[in-house]
């Protein structure tokens, strides 16, 4: 019998309960600052490193918690919507994002290949705040990749990508080609990456 048949017979007995649901992680990078070579998603849990709720919903490092079960059914991956237009650009052209189940590498490509979805949308600099002047920039603007629709991600095939309980799962960021996010000085705020996946989590019943 298949696993996910096994799944679904446990579901009708009542022993576990299925719905939708979403594992994600950020990194943050600092105005000025050089990007990593490597960046590693899903690898900090809640409260390691100061690491908060609203920065990841990982209990542990790089794996499901104990006797949790869920179908991977699309990845978003999205910026801060501060982040400078050039720093986005650089990202999406200098860097490239690996995507690893089980210690395999599934997928990868550059961030343009994973659409953020819904994110909060910025189209002038009077939406940040104070607008910056800075010569020779032209106006502030900020981006966001991808038009921001739920729908807007990239969707695994079939039934999804399952993964049982203690499996592992690590999104890697590489840069291929160096750079330095704009300084601060010069209108640089940084950026938020956020690497999201839409799942279906199956939970034992108590």
């Excluded at 390691?48 to 991977?72: C, E, H, P, R, Y």
């Excluded at 603007?141 to 399952?162: K, M, Q, R, W």
């Excluded at 799942?199 to 108590?206: D, G, I, M, S």
Aim: no cysteine.
């Amino acid at each position: 019998m298949r696993m996910r048949d096994s799944i679904q017979e446990r579901v009708h007995r009542g022993e576990l309960y299925l719905g939708k649901d979403f594992l994600f992680d950020t990194i943050s990078i600092a105005a000025g600052a050089a990007m990593p070579n490597k960046s590693q998603f899903f690898l900090v849990p809640i409260g390691t490193n100061g690491k908060t709720q609203a920065q990841t919903n990982m209990q542990n490092s790089g794996q499901l918690a104990n006797n949790d079960i869920v179908w991977i059914r699309a990845m978003r991956i999205s910026l801060s919507n501060n982040t400078n237009q050039i720093d986005a650009v650089n990202i999406n052209q200098l860097t490239h994002f690996s995507i690893k189940f089980k210690n395999v590498e599934f997928t990868f490509g550059p961030l343009d290949q994973f659409p953020g979805g819904s994110q909060m949308y910025v189209t002038s600099a009077a939406n940040l705040g104070t607008a910056i002047a800075v010569a020779n920039l032209g106006p502030v603007t900020s981006v966001v990749n991808g038009v921001p629709s739920i729908h807007n991600v990239f969707e695994f095939g079939g039934d999804g990508y399952l993964l049982w309980k203690n499996d592992t799962l690590e999104v890697d960021q590489y840069l291929d080609t160096s750079f330095t996010l704009l300084t601060a000085a010069n209108g640089g705020t940084g950026t938020t990456i956020r690497v999201s996946f839409d799942v279906v989590r199956a939970r034992e019943v108590a």
